[in-house]
């Protein structure tokens, strides 16, 4: 396509990288973050986290993610490796559980749908409606009975049957099926276990009383103290209701409940329950050196200090304390997710996880040797070889910009990039998350978009639909899937000009090559940060020992495994999760591409190796409640104490509910 002497490709090429730009991209990213690590004190952060989960942790903890998108609260319960069977059968009272929607997430502002009552794909879930026990999800995400899967659908794919009873590693199973079921890509669902991937596992984790809110913009502008009096507010309802049902079995409601908090921000952290925010994005009017766990706790406290608190006309009693035990960013409680809900198997680990949401950010264990002194845990841990100092699982902050060189030095940033760069309320601060995150990448195709039709199609700004014409109004979620699911631009003209703005039906219509700019617009800017993030993901591994790519190579690989010789031995998993990579497929699958043609890039090397894209269903609320179950039932060294925590798990709470 092209307008005079202006070829579209020509116009959008500044968005495309190639293989081998992509290779030395990973290469220089390894460098920059080898470096960050040693030198910087504003990304690379140390966390208090010296021990990943084992999968044997027990006990129920309330669990609360705040995101830059969404809030959500909920209890979960650590059954171990082998939880005793009356744990698997709970169904009312506390226990009763809310269940995920039709994508596979809790929804958005915590209403509650009554019985059977059947969400469908094309349903607009945004306002959110948790769906209780029983409740039928068509293309095979649910049904209440246990019955066979619509469309093919199957567990190894992380779909949800009924009654939602989380397994390991994120799938569901119905009371409803008998054992030894079939699923459709051969593995079988027996006595209530499911076998994924070749990794037996038994169920890990029960999840009750979950509930979301969407946080929406009006909130994110106030200030700290009346962000979280509306967050402890939210998790009072939540633990109201998780009351309110243990009363009404008889059961004992312990006087605090140990909680575990999930912050998508920047951190620093002296112990497991404290942290202090850093300066961040994502439309926060928070400021920094702000005691996150001080300000839940101020907020929350008068929910347990009055006897009885009058609120829409009922009169409700006090609530127990909340005892926060752990604190941790959303990656961070990814990896523990996907680390306590993943069998070890002795050629495959957990390496690192990865959230690309509304932000962009990894969490990645690292060796003491290759952090600054100030980073290194200061308590020494006996192995096999005798006392050594452990490993410190780091918080990259990798889209902050002292890793943009790299994105310079091979001049990546186009000029929409920079247009982008110095609109938000930040500008320079994190110049990788305005080229890959979610919150950006809407933004992003509209300037390119609304650069051609002023500039080169010469349209008046007047006529131009405000999708196009308005700052912000195209969003990521719009462009990832109404214009990329869109199967021709003729398909996405026909779509576009349904909901056309009313003032304007007679100066725009939405033509074929209209829709063309905006589509292929959306392919190369999706496209590209798939690739980049690619290269981080690949750039980090190395920089942490876990894989080499070192070697250039004169030609670069002709497609995916044309070059391996031998079936990869070794799997490191990347646990991932976030709403743009778990919600628009492709993303996830060019990511997977790109990594697995920056491995053959420098083959030999690397040829026993495969990085695999794993994905870490809910993990950073789930997270949330398995670090406060590592730091409550393990000794664990505190990153800034001298010794180390041992906690009694032989008290009332333990006693009750584990």
Not at 246 to 257: H, K, L, M
Not at 288 to 301: A, C, F, K, P, T
Not at 511 to 531: I, Y
Request: net charge negative; glycine share 8%.
């Amino acid at each position: 396509m092209s307008y005079g002497q202006v070829h579209l490709d020509d116009w959008l090429r500044p968005l495309t990288i190639s293989d081998e730009k992509l290779h030395f991209l990973a290469r220089d990213f390894s460098k920059t973050y080898k470096y960050l690590a040693l030198n910087s004190t504003a990304q690379f952060l140390p966390t208090p986290y010296t021990k990943l989960p084992t999968g044997e942790e027990k006990g129920t903890y309330l669990a609360i993610d705040l995101g830059g998108t969404n809030l959500r609260v909920g209890f979960i319960e650590l059954l171990g490796s082998d939880p005793e069977p009356h744990q698997l059968n709970r169904r009312n009272g506390a226990y009763r559980l809310s269940k995920p929607t039709s994508n596979g997430h809790i929804p958005l502002d915590g209403h509650l749908l009554s019985s059977y009552d059947t969400v469908r794909d094309s349903q607009d879930l945004s306002n959110g409606h948790a769906l209780t026990n029983g409740d039928a999800l068509s293309n095979g995400h649910g049904h209440p009975n246990g019955h066979a899967f619509k469309n093919d659908r199957n567990l190894s794919n992380g779909h949800t049957l009924s009654n939602c009873n989380t397994l390991s590693d994120g799938h569901a199973i119905s009371e409803g099926y008998s054992n030894s079921h079939t699923l459709s890509n051969g593995h079988t669902l027996s006595g209530g276990h499911a076998f994924s991937e070749g990794h037996s596992k038994g169920q890990r984790i029960l999840r009750s009383h979950e509930r979301a809110w969407h946080v929406e913009e009006h909130l994110k502008e106030k200030d700290a103290q009346a962000l979280f009096a509306w967050l402890a507010d939210r998790i009072a309802e939540v633990v109201r209701a998780f009351v309110d049902d243990a009363s009404e079995a008889g059961d004992v409601v312990p006087n605090e409940f140990r909680t575990g908090l999930t912050f998508s921000f920047p951190m620093k952290q002296t112990s497991h329950a404290d942290a202090t925010l850093l300066p961040m994005g994502k439309g926060f009017a928070m400021t920094s050196n702000l005691d996150l766990g001080g300000m839940l706790l101020d907020g929350y406290e008068k929910y347990t200090k009055r006897p009885a608190l009058e609120k829409d006309g009922l009169t409700w009693t006090t609530l127990p304390n909340l005892n926060i035990v752990a604190i941790s960013n959303d990656s961070v409680a990814a990896l523990a997710s996907s680390t306590y809900t993943t069998s070890p198997l002795p050629l495959s680990k957990v390496a690192m996880a990865l959230i690309v949401g509304t932000g962009c950010n990894a969490t990645i264990p690292m060796k003491p040797e290759d952090l600054h002194p100030s980073k290194r845990a200061p308590d020494m841990v006996r192995t096999e070889t005798g006392l050594r100092r452990p490993e410190i699982v780091v918080n990259t902050e990798w889209t902050i910009n002292g890793a943009a060189g790299p994105l310079r030095k091979l001049d990546l940033i186009t000029r929409w990039d920079v247009m982008l760069d110095e609109a938000t309320s930040k500008p320079g601060f994190q110049p990788f998350e305005y080229m890959t995150a979610g919150r950006y990448l809407g933004e992003l195709v509209r300037l390119v978009v609304h650069d051609w039709f002023v500039n080169v199609l010469k349209l008046d700004e007047a006529d131009l639909p405000s999708m196009i014409s308005d700052r912000n109004a195209l969003t990521t979620s719009f462009i990832a899937t109404s214009v990329a699911g869109a199967g021709s631009a003729r398909e996405l003209a026909g779509q576009l000009n349904l909901g056309r703005e009313p003032d304007k039906l007679h100066r725009w219509i939405w033509t074929v090559d209209l829709a063309e700019v905006l589509h292929q617009a959306t392919s190369v800017v999706l496209k590209r940060s798939a690739a980049m993030i690619a290269a981080a993901v690949v750039g980090l591994l190395s920089c942490a020992g876990e894989i080499e790519i070192e070697q250039a190579k004169n030609e670069p690989p002709t497609f995916i495994g044309s070059k391996r010789s031998v079936t990869p031995k070794n799997e490191l998993v990347v646990a991932y999760t976030g709403g743009l990579i778990t919600q628009y497929s492709r993303h996830k699958e060019g990511l997977q591409k790109k990594i697995d043609m920056l491995l053959d890039y420098v083959l030999p090397c690397n040829a026993d190796t495969r990085v695999v894209l794993r994905e870490a269903l809910d993990g950073t609320i789930i997270g949330a409640g398995v670090l406060a179950g590592t730091v409550w039932q393990s000794k664990i060294p505190i990153v800034g104490d001298s010794g180390t925590m041992r906690v009694d798990r032989q008290d009332r709470f333990a006693d009750e509910y584990m």
